[in-house]
């Protein structure tokens, strides 16, 4: 099947679990060491206020620079990053529609690093007892998921299809270092619930009318907010 982006122009609770650390990393010491750390705040924070449970981690990953733990500078440059990307589909929505945008309001502090452990450190033995409900609260609240319109059985608006498109461009910058991948951005077309079969056609060809609209604008955005 053709690329469909062919013709763009390229110019983003109260104690920890019972881990076997041994199962993470390999067998010295230092790593070893840092888990166990890492394992250890986890727990912390789980038993925790969610707003409490942001702050604490604001301050655990504001002192990773002069922590010892090599899985918590990790964490925090994962969480720095993710930051970026809200920052760039927020101010690349603002630029096209000339409102505010709250792209992504659901991301506290919390989500980003249960969704860092479990899709970039391959921790996700750390947190898989909360992870479907802080991640499931992101995709099912914002409607510039699918899952959202799954749970209200309602339809997107264009709005909604727009940020999605600047959502997964953003995305796939950030997956490829300030590049496009269209072969990527053609395997994560978006999938609408069965309710919406009538009009799955229509609502993907504004996802893709938009993201060659606004590939420029998206890419420029992310090396703005690096």
Known sequence: MPNVFSNTTQSQTTEANSINVRNLVE????????VVELTTLIGQ???LDRDVANR?????????????SDQLTQLAQLVSVERKHVACVRAAHEHVTGRSSEHDHTKDTWYMVVTALVFSM???????DVMDDVIGDHVTAEPHHEAYFERTKGAPSDDNVLEMALDRLARNQQRNGGKYDWEQM???????PRHLADIQEELLQTYKDYCRQHSSLVQRTWQLVQ
């Open 122 to 128: 391959q921790l996700k033995d750390l947190v898989s």
């Open 56 to 68: 604490f981690w604001n301050d655990r990953l504001r002192e990773h620079t002069s922590a010892s």
């Open 27 to 34: 067998h010295d010491n230092e790593s070893e060491t840092t």
């Open 45 to 47: 924070s789980k038993g």
């Open 186 to 192: 053609e395997r994560f077309l978006p999938k609408w």
